[in-house]
Nanobody
Framework: QVQLVESGGGLVQAGDSVRLSCSAS????????AGWFRQAPGKEREFVAG????????LYAEAMKGRFTISRDNAKNTVYLQMNNLKPEDTAVYHC?????????????????WGQGTQVTVSS
Protein backbone atom coordinates (compact mmCIF):
# COMPACT_ATOMS: atom_id res chain seq x y z
CA GLN A 1 0.00 0.00 0.00
CA VAL A 2 1.44 3.32 -1.09
CA GLN A 3 1.38 6.11 1.47
CA LEU A 4 2.55 9.70 1.31
CA VAL A 5 2.54 11.49 4.65
CA GLU A 6 3.18 15.20 4.93
CA SER A 7 4.44 16.98 8.02
CA GLY A 8 5.87 20.31 9.07
CA GLY A 9 2.89 22.60 8.69
CA GLY A 10 1.53 24.91 11.34
CA LEU A 11 0.79 28.50 12.25
CA VAL A 12 3.54 30.97 11.39
CA GLN A 13 3.92 34.70 10.94
CA ALA A 14 4.49 36.56 7.71
CA GLY A 15 8.16 36.51 6.82
CA ASP A 16 8.83 33.22 8.58
CA SER A 17 10.23 30.06 6.99
CA VAL A 18 8.83 26.55 7.11
CA ARG A 19 10.08 23.24 5.76
CA LEU A 20 7.50 20.65 4.81
CA SER A 21 8.38 16.99 4.53
CA CYS A 22 6.65 14.19 2.67
CA SER A 23 7.58 10.65 3.61
CA ALA A 24 6.76 7.92 1.09
CA SER A 25 6.29 4.21 1.64
CA UNK A 26 5.07 1.26 -0.37
CA UNK A 27 6.81 2.27 -3.57
CA UNK A 28 10.28 2.50 -5.04
CA UNK A 29 10.52 6.20 -4.45
CA UNK A 30 13.43 6.76 -6.83
CA UNK A 31 11.19 5.61 -9.71
CA UNK A 32 8.80 8.51 -9.14
CA UNK A 33 8.86 12.20 -9.79
CA ALA A 34 7.27 14.22 -7.00
CA GLY A 35 5.35 17.42 -6.64
CA TRP A 36 3.81 19.78 -4.12
CA PHE A 37 0.40 21.29 -4.59
CA ARG A 38 -1.65 23.55 -2.38
CA GLN A 39 -5.31 24.38 -1.89
CA ALA A 40 -6.47 27.54 -0.21
CA PRO A 41 -10.00 27.91 1.17
CA GLY A 42 -12.48 28.47 -1.63
CA LYS A 43 -9.86 27.98 -4.32
CA GLU A 44 -8.83 25.19 -6.63
CA ARG A 45 -5.75 23.14 -5.91
CA GLU A 46 -2.68 24.59 -7.62
CA PHE A 47 0.76 23.38 -8.51
CA VAL A 48 3.59 24.67 -6.33
CA ALA A 49 6.78 22.80 -7.25
CA GLY A 50 8.00 19.54 -8.71
CA UNK A 51 11.19 17.51 -8.78
CA UNK A 52 12.48 14.77 -11.03
CA UNK A 53 12.97 11.29 -9.70
CA UNK A 54 16.73 11.76 -9.44
CA UNK A 55 16.45 15.23 -7.96
CA UNK A 56 18.42 16.91 -10.73
CA UNK A 57 15.54 18.80 -12.29
CA UNK A 58 13.03 21.07 -10.58
CA LEU A 59 9.96 22.97 -11.67
CA TYR A 60 8.20 25.86 -9.93
CA ALA A 61 5.03 27.85 -10.28
CA GLU A 62 5.96 31.39 -11.20
CA ALA A 63 4.70 32.88 -7.96
CA MET A 64 6.92 30.56 -5.88
CA LYS A 65 10.18 31.06 -7.70
CA GLY A 66 12.84 32.48 -5.44
CA ARG A 67 10.94 31.79 -2.20
CA PHE A 68 10.28 28.03 -2.33
CA THR A 69 12.79 25.23 -2.86
CA ILE A 70 11.92 21.60 -3.48
CA SER A 71 14.41 18.84 -2.79
CA ARG A 72 14.44 15.13 -2.11
CA ASP A 73 16.44 12.44 -0.36
CA ASN A 74 15.78 9.11 -2.03
CA ALA A 75 17.71 7.26 0.67
CA LYS A 76 15.07 8.50 3.12
CA ASN A 77 12.12 8.25 0.70
CA THR A 78 11.37 11.88 1.46
CA VAL A 79 10.69 15.03 -0.50
CA TYR A 80 10.91 18.48 1.06
CA LEU A 81 9.52 21.92 0.42
CA GLN A 82 11.45 24.79 1.96
CA MET A 83 9.28 27.90 2.07
CA ASN A 84 10.86 31.25 2.91
CA ASN A 85 9.44 34.71 3.40
CA LEU A 86 5.94 33.36 3.82
CA LYS A 87 2.97 35.58 3.07
CA PRO A 88 -0.65 35.38 4.23
CA GLU A 89 -1.63 34.34 0.71
CA ASP A 90 0.50 31.20 1.14
CA THR A 91 -2.07 29.95 3.64
CA ALA A 92 -3.33 26.62 2.33
CA VAL A 93 -3.30 22.87 2.75
CA TYR A 94 -0.14 21.58 1.12
CA HIS A 95 -0.20 18.16 -0.52
CA CYS A 96 2.62 16.10 -1.91
CA UNK A 97 2.09 13.81 -4.86
CA UNK A 98 4.07 11.33 -6.91
CA UNK A 99 3.99 10.08 -10.48
CA UNK A 100 5.93 7.25 -12.04
CA UNK A 101 8.52 8.60 -14.42
CA UNK A 102 11.44 10.95 -14.65
CA UNK A 103 9.96 14.41 -14.91
CA UNK A 104 7.63 16.44 -12.70
CA UNK A 105 4.65 18.05 -14.36
CA UNK A 106 2.26 20.80 -13.32
CA UNK A 107 -0.99 18.95 -13.96
CA UNK A 108 -2.45 17.29 -10.88
CA UNK A 109 -4.22 14.73 -13.04
CA UNK A 110 -0.87 13.25 -14.00
CA UNK A 111 0.02 12.33 -10.42
CA UNK A 112 -0.96 8.92 -9.13
CA UNK A 113 -0.44 9.04 -5.38
CA TRP A 114 -1.37 11.82 -2.99
CA GLY A 115 -0.87 12.61 0.66
CA GLN A 116 -3.61 13.90 2.94
CA GLY A 117 -1.97 17.29 3.25
CA THR A 118 -0.60 19.53 5.97
CA GLN A 119 -2.06 22.91 6.89
CA VAL A 120 0.11 25.99 6.68
CA THR A 121 -1.40 29.17 8.08
CA VAL A 122 0.45 32.45 7.74
CA SER A 123 -0.70 35.32 9.92
CA SER A 124 -0.03 38.94 9.03
Amino acid sequence: QVQLVESGGGLVQAGDSVRLSCSASGLTFSDYAAGWFRQAPGKEREFVAGISRNGYSTLYAEAMKGRFTISRDNAKNTVYLQMNNLKPEDTAVYHCASRRGMRPVTSEGDYTYWGQGTQVTVSS
